[in-house]
């Protein structure tokens, strides 16, 4: 009996030493590719794609040409999820409530136009064009809120495929360059300040890294603003999240009372939210460049996710199946930007 005892904890501990290798093995394997696709994103030229452009952008190719790692599918999962569950929270550093409510408020309310107008936009056209209404949900909700961190955030809740999840900020990101882009080519033609044009950029371009992009030409102050009413729209995502939250379980409860997960990595967004706007800086004096530190951690944390999101997508799907969420997407961004620029009049 002792002998049979000793070989079963010899073969538990080879197997829990084998599951381990797995899955540090495909942590180091995404944190490969995202350092890959970070590198890319600090290249001239190739920054204006951005690293989790990239990064997904590699990953893609890897599967067409290589095929899925299934051998590192534990610890891929893992960057694909946990990971990113994680980042999710740390990102709530990034959003300054005291900001928002003292010093953005009436940015907030053109914010609020933005999301509901993205979002239903969107989801109008994609029934018009009969566009996959799973993603093209995902990429309404990032043209208005924030982007690849708005989809990643709301896909636990919408219980959307990782594929879906992958496509969605992978098309996110790359149209929300080119609009970036756009904007700054615009910007010496517009007959606007610099003042309303960091507003327009705020409330209407679709990432950050979008706004910071498209905004800095304008200036100081340009900046500043775009920034602030930028910080509306990932606000939002808290009430929005609760609200998409609130809808599925009424429609699982239509539905044979499917169980829908409570998503409580949103709980420490907030916590961290609040934790950012009130407690450093007040009561925690943290030195500028550990809270840089911090910000890049995320977004390589954001970027490990995304190559693990990005190693499950078929370029078949996206000729089948994103061609006209994406379309329905570009027409809703378009008419988002024309309706904002407009806007600035009133």
């Known amino acids: 009996m002792k002998y049979n005892s000793r070989e079963e904890n010899v073969r538990a501990y080879a197997k829990i030493s084998s599951l381990l290798r797995t899955y540090i093995a495909g942590i180091c394997f995404t944190m490969m590719i995202a350092l890959f696709g970070y590198g890319l994103g600090k290249v001239p030229v190739f920054n204006y794609v951005g690293q989790m452009a990239w990064a997904i952008i590699i990953a893609v190719v890897y599967r067409q040409i290589l095929g899925y790692p299934e051998?590192?599918?534990?610890?891929?999962?893992?960057?694909?999820?946990r990971l990113l569950r994680m980042a999710i929270i740390l990102f709530g550093?990034?959003?300054?409530?005291?900001?928002?409510?003292?010093?953005?408020?009436?940015?907030?309310?053109?914010?609020?136009?933005?999301?509901?107008?993205?979002?239903?936009?969107?989801?109008?056209?994609?029934?018009?064009?009969?566009?996959?209404?799973h993603l093209s949900i995902l990429l309404g909700i990032g043209t208005?809120?924030?982007?690849?961190?708005?989809?990643?955030?709301?896909?636990?809740?919408?219980?959307?495929?990782?594929?879906?999840?992958?496509?969605?900020?992978?098309?996110?990101?790359?149209?929300?360059?080119?609009?970036?882009?756009?904007?700054?080519?615009?910007?010496?033609?517009?007959?606007?300040?610099?003042?309303?044009?960091?507003?327009?950029?705020?409330?209407?371009?679709h990432e950050i890294a979008h706004v910071a992009l498209a905004a800095s030409p304008g200036g100081h102050d340009a900046l500043t603003i775009s920034l602030l009413a930028k910080l509306g729209r990932v606000f939002l995502l808290i009430p929005l999240s609760f609200l998409l939250l609130y809808w599925m379980k009424r429609k699982g409860k239509r539905q044979h009372n499917t169980k829908i997960e409570f998503p409580w990595f949103l709980i420490g967004?907030?916590?961290?939210?609040f934790f950012g706007s009130f407690i450093v800086g007040k009561y925690l004096i943290l030195p500028k460049n550990i809270i840089n530190d911090i910000s890049t951690?995320?977004?390589?944390?954001?970027?490990?996710?995304?190559?693990?999101?990005g190693l499950n997508i078929h370029l078949k799907d996206l000729r089948t199946k994103a061609l006209r969420p994406l379309l329905a997407m570009v027409i809703a961004s378009l008419l988002l930007s024309l309706l904002s620029y407009f806007s600035l009049k009133l």
Not at 71 to 81: H, M, N, T, V
Not at 188 to 203: D, R, V
């Open 144 to 205: 208005g809120v924030c982007g690849a961190a708005a989809i990643a955030a709301v896909s636990p809740i919408l219980k959307a495929k990782e594929e879906d999840t992958a496509l969605g900020a992978g098309i996110i990101a790359l149209v929300g360059t080119i609009f970036a882009i756009m904007y700054t080519v615009l910007r010496p033609f517009l007959p606007i300040t610099s003042l309303q044009y960091g507003i327009w950029s705020g409330i209407s371009l």
């Open 71 to 81: 051998k590192l599918r534990a610890g891929i999962q893992f960057s694909s999820k």
């Open 269 to 273: 967004f907030l916590a961290m939210s």
């Open 297 to 309: 951690i995320t977004t390589y944390m954001l970027t490990m996710a995304m190559v693990g999101l």
């Open 93 to 133: 550093l990034k959003l300054n409530i005291d900001v928002v409510f003292h010093q953005g408020l009436i940015l907030l309310i053109r914010d609020v136009g933005t999301v509901f107008f993205s979002i239903i936009i969107t989801m109008l056209l994609a029934k018009w064009l009969k566009a996959d209404l």
